[in-house]
C-alpha cells in the first residue's frame, strides 16, 4: 500500500498567499505519477468509479468537492490546485488569485483569451455570473454559505474581478477546492436552464461532456481545445457506485481501472487482493462533536468524561471491520503544525469518577446520540455498548433522516452527533470550525478564549513558528476543552489496477483527470 | 363483459387515487425534505422555510395533492427539484432498462421452472420430484438482496465472467448488454422460479387426474402426448396470470436489484428520490407503476374471462376471476 501522510503547511501559504501575491499564475498543476517510473503515454478509456452518482452537473448541484473529484476536474478543470510540496496554492484555470489587505478584497486575473468549450470567454464577467449565482438561496446550492461570504463582485476589467468580502476571509484560497466554487461553468450554457445544461454541461476543462445515462454512465472524451497540456488518456467513462464492496467487486472483475474510496476496510481488502492504493490522510479526522452549548455538554466535565470513557480502538474498529484507525493528534506527523499532545485519554477511572461528581450535583450525564442513517447505527451501537459500563450515564438514540444534518447542525438541535473535523488546511477549516467568532460554520459552539485567541494569532501572521507555536496551543485547549472525540482518520483514496499512473491524492478534489495515463503495453 | 370491464376501471382509477395520495401523506409525515437535502451545510431554518415556499410545499396538504393531479392527468407528472430533469422524461429513461429485467427474469423464472414443474408432476411424490420441490424451496427463501451478492462473488469476482455492476445498452450491442443484464434478472428470478414452479406442478397434477386424461390414456395416448397435448394447457391459467401479475410487480419491485448491480431503471430512481425527499419524482413513480400495474391486473382478469368462458357466465361470474384461479390452482376446474 503507498500510504501518504501529509498535512498542509497551510497557515503558511495562507498568509503568504494573501499578503504576497498568492496564486502565481505558473499554471503548474499537481501532477505526479504514483510508483511509475517509465513516462506518461497518451490513449485508452479510463473506467472510473467514484463514490456517489451525479444528479447533475451544474455546479451548484455539487455537495462535496471529494465524492466526485473526477468528473468534476474534467468537465471544469481545477481553478485553483493545492500543492503539497509548498503547502501552498498554486492557480490551475485562473491566472491570479491575490490579496494585499488581508482577505478584505482579493483580485482574480483570468488568463487571456481563454474561452469555455462552447466559445464563451472565460474572463472576469464569468466568475461573477457563476459565483452570484452560487449564492442565490433559489438555487440551493450547498456552497451558498462560503460563497456569501463574498459580498460584491466587481469587474475591474475583462479578465479581472475583485471580490470584496463580508468580513475579511484570509483563507478563501484555501476555501476554493473544498466547495462548488471551484468549478466554472459557461455562463450561456447555464443560461438555458439546468435541464437543458445537465444534457450539455460546458466548462473549460481538460475533457468534454459525450453522454450521461442518469443513474448510468458519464462518457467524456479529451478537449483537445484545453488551454493546457492535453490530457492522456482519450476518454473516461464514470459511474456513481456507492456500495463500497461492489465499488471493489467491479475492479477486481475487471470492469473498471480506478475506484475512489475512503473506508478503510474496504483499502484493507484491496490491497490483500493485489491492487494499489494511494491514499491521503487528512489532518484531524471523523468523531463525535458535542453541542458545548447545551445541557449536559455545556459542562466540560462531561464531555471531558465521556472522552476518558471510550476506548476509541475498539469503537473505530467495531465500526470499520476491524480495520480502524483513530487520531491520536490533531495534525499527522509529516505536518510542520504536528505535536505529541494526545486528543483523547482512555481512562475508565477518571471517567467514571466524572460521570460520579456530576450525579452527585444532580446533574447526571444523560444525552442523546443523534443517529443518521448509514453509519449512525454502528456507531450508536458501539457508543450505547462501552458507556453501559458506566454508572450514572444514559445515552439514548436520536433518529434523524439524513436529510436533517445540515439543520440538526446548524440549529444545535443535537446532544452528541457524528462529525467531521478533517482538515488540510488549518487556515481555512480549523479557524471556521473551532473559533466562538465562526458562527455560521462552528457548529460544536465550542468559545474558548484561549483557543479563540490562538485560531485568530496563527491566522495572522506568516511566520511559521509563532504559527506552530499558536498551533501547538490550539492541540493543548482541544485535549482540555474537548469539543470533539476523533474516533476515526478520514482517508481520501482511489485504489487502481497496475495499468493505470499518475493518480495524485493530495487534500480535495484529487485526483485531477487529466493527470491520470493507463499504461498501454 | 363491457360493464365488468367498467367497473373494474372505477375499482383501479380509485386504486391509483389511494396510492398516491398514500405516498403524499407517506412522504409528508417522513422526516426531512426536499429543501433540506439541497441546501445541506446551508439548511438554516430560514433557508429551508424559503425553499419550500420556492417550491410550493409549504401549501396545505390537499392542495399541492389537488394540484399535482391535476397536472397528471394532462400528462404532466412535474419535474425534479433535485436533478431538474421532468418526471416523465426520467420515467421514459429508465423504463426500457427495468423492463428488459424484468422480461429478461419471467423468462429464466419460466424457462426454468415449466421443465421442473411438468417433471415434478409426471413423477409426483417421488424422490425426483421431493429434490426439486428442496431446491425450489431453498430458491424461494433467498431474497435478491443475498443471492445478488452471491451471484457477484461467483460470477463476477471468482470466475470474471459476467460484470458486478452496471448496464450496457442494447443499442452497443446485446451480447454486452445479455451480459450486464444476467446476474440481476437471475437475482430477481430465483423467488419467481419457485413460485412458478409450484402453482404449475399443482396444476398439473390436478389437471393428470381428470377424468379426460384416464379416457386418454385408456385410448392408447402415451404419457407424454397427454400431459403436453391435453393436460399442460388447461394447467398453465394459473401460471399465466401469476406471470402476468409478476411482471407488473417486478417494474417496480426491482429496487433492490437495481441498487446493488448500479442499473439505471425505475427501482434506482424511486430509491433515489426518495433518499433525496424528492415527493414529485417518488409520486410520479409511484403513481406510474401503480397505473401500470392496475393495467396489467385488469387485462389478466380481463384476458382470464376471454379464455374461460365459465368465468365470464353465469350467477358468479362476478367474482369469476379469483374464484376461477383458485379453482384451477386446486386442479378442480379445467377447461380442456
Known sequence: ?521 | MWSDILRRGGYALLVILLVTIGVQALMALAPGSVAEVILGEAATPEAVAAMNAELGFDRPFFVQYFDWLFSALQGDLGTSPITHIPVTEAIMQRLPVTLELAVLALSIALLVAIPLAVLSATFPNSGLDRGINAVTSAFLSIPAFVAGPVLVFFFAVTMKTLPALGWTPIEEGLGPNLRGAILPALAVALTEIAAFHRVLRADLIGTLREDYVAAARAKGMTGTYVLFRHAFRPSSFSLLTISGLSLARLIGGTIIVEALFVLPGIGQLISSSIIQRDVVTVQGVVAFIAVGFVVINMLVDVGYGAIDPRVRRGPRARKAPVAAKARTTQGKAVSA
Not at chain 1, 475512503?262 to 471523523?286: H, Q, R
Not at chain 1, 510542520?336 to 475508565?348: G, S, V
Open chain 1, 1 to 521: 500500500m503507498i500510504t501518504r501522510k501529509r498535512s498542509a503547511l497551510i497557515a503558511v501559504v495562507t498568509a503568504a498567499a494573501l499578503l504576497l501575491a498568492g496564486c502565481a499564475g505558473s499554471g503548474e498543476a499537481a501532477t505526479g505519477g504514483d510508483s511509475v517510473s517509465s513516462e506518461p503515454v497518451a490513449g485508452g478509456t479510463l473506467r472510473v468509479l467514484e463514490v456517489v452518482q451525479p444528479t447533475g452537473f451544474d455546479p451548484v448541484q455539487v455537495f462535496s468537492s471529494t465524492s466526485m473529484p473526477i468528473t468534476y476536474t474534467a468537465l471544469y478543470g481545477q481553478f485553483v490546485i493545492a500543492n503539497e510540496e509548498t503547502g501552498g496554492y498554486d492557480c490551475g484555470l485562473c491566472e491570479s488569485f491575490t490579496t494585499s489587505d488581508g482577505g478584505a478584497t482579493w483580485d482574480v486575473v483570468t488568463r487571456e483569451g481563454m474561452t469555455f468549450t462552447d466559445g464563451t470567454p472565460f474572463d472576469a464577467e464569468a466568475l461573477k455570473y457563476n459565483w452570484d449565482r452560487m449564492k442565490d438561496p433559489a438555487l440551493g446550492s450547498a456552497s451558498a454559505g462560503v460563497a456569501s461570504q463574498i459580498d460584491d463582485i466587481e469587474i475591474v476589467d475583462a479578465r479581472t474581478a475583485k471580490l470584496h468580502m463580508v468580513v475579511p476571509t484570509p483563507g478563501l484560497l484555501g476555501l476554493m477546492p473544498i466547495y462548488a466554487l471551484q468549478w466554472i461553468a459557461s455562463p450561456t450554457a447555464l443560461e438555458q436552464g439546468q435541464e437543458a445544461f445537465n444534457k450539455n454541461p460546458i466548462g473549460a476543462g481538460p475533457f468534454v461532456f459525450e453522454s450521461w445515462t442518469p443513474g448510468g454512465t458519464l462518457k467524456l472524451a479529451r478537449n483537445e481545445d484545453y488551454f493546457g497540456d492535453p490530457a492522456y488518456v482519450d476518454a473516461i467513462e464514470v459511474q456513481g457506485v456507492t456500495d463500497n464492496t461492489q465499488r471493489l467487486n467491479a475492479l477486481i472483475s475487471g470492469q473498471a481501472d480506478i475506484i475512489l474510496n475512503s473506508d478503510a476496510s474496504t483499502f484493507v481488502e484491496a490491497e490483500a487482493a493485489g491492487y494499489t492504493n494511494v491514499i491521503d490522510t487528512f489532518n484531524g479526522g471523523i468523531g463525535f462533536m458535542f453541542n458545548t452549548a447545551k445541557a449536559p455538554f455545556d459542562d466540560v466535565r462531561a464531555r471531558q468524561a465521556v472522552a476518558y470513557a471510550l476506548d476509541l480502538q475498539q469503537l473505530s474498529d467495531a465500526v470499520n471491520k476491524g480495520n480502524g484507525s483513530v487520531p491520536k493528534t490533531l495534525f499527522t506527523k509529516d505536518s510542520p503544525f504536528y505535536e505529541d499532545i494526545a486528543l483523547q485519554t482512555y481512562d475508565p477511572e477518571k471517567a467514571q469518577e466524572l460521570f460520579d461528581e456530576l450525579a452527585d450535583e444532580g446533574k447526571p450525564v444523560e444525552f442523546t446520540y443523534t443517529v443518521f442513517p448509514g453509519t449512525g447505527p454502528a456507531y450508536f451501537d458501539a457508543l450505547q455498548a462501552q458507556l453501559a459500563l458506566y454508572d450514572n450515564v444514559t445515552v439514548t438514540a436520536d433518529q434523524r433522516d439524513s436529510s436533517e444534518q445540515g439543520v440538526v447542525t446548524t440549529t444545535g438541535d443535537y446532544n452528541l452527533a457524528s462529525s467531521s473535523l478533517a482538515f488540510v488546511d488549518p487556515a481555512s477549516r480549523l479557524w471556521g470550525a473551532l473559533s466562538g467568532d465562526a458562527n455560521r460554520t462552528n457548529y460544536s459552539r465550542i468559545d474558548d478564549p484561549e483557543l479563540n485567541a490562538a485560531l485568530d494569532a496563527a491566522l495572522a501572521t506568516t511566520d511559521l513558528e509563532e504559527q506552530k507555536a499558536q498551533y501547538k496551543i490550539v492541540q493543548e485547549r482541544l485535549a482540555e476543552v474537548v469539543p470533539y472525540v476523533l474516533f476515526q482518520e478520514y482517508l481520501n483514496g482511489a485504489t487502481v489496477t497496475d495499468q493505470v499512473h499518475g493518480v495524485e491524492i493530495y487534500g480535495y478534489t484529487t485526483p485531477a483527470a487529466a493527470n491520470i495515463w493507463l499504461d498501454q503495453s
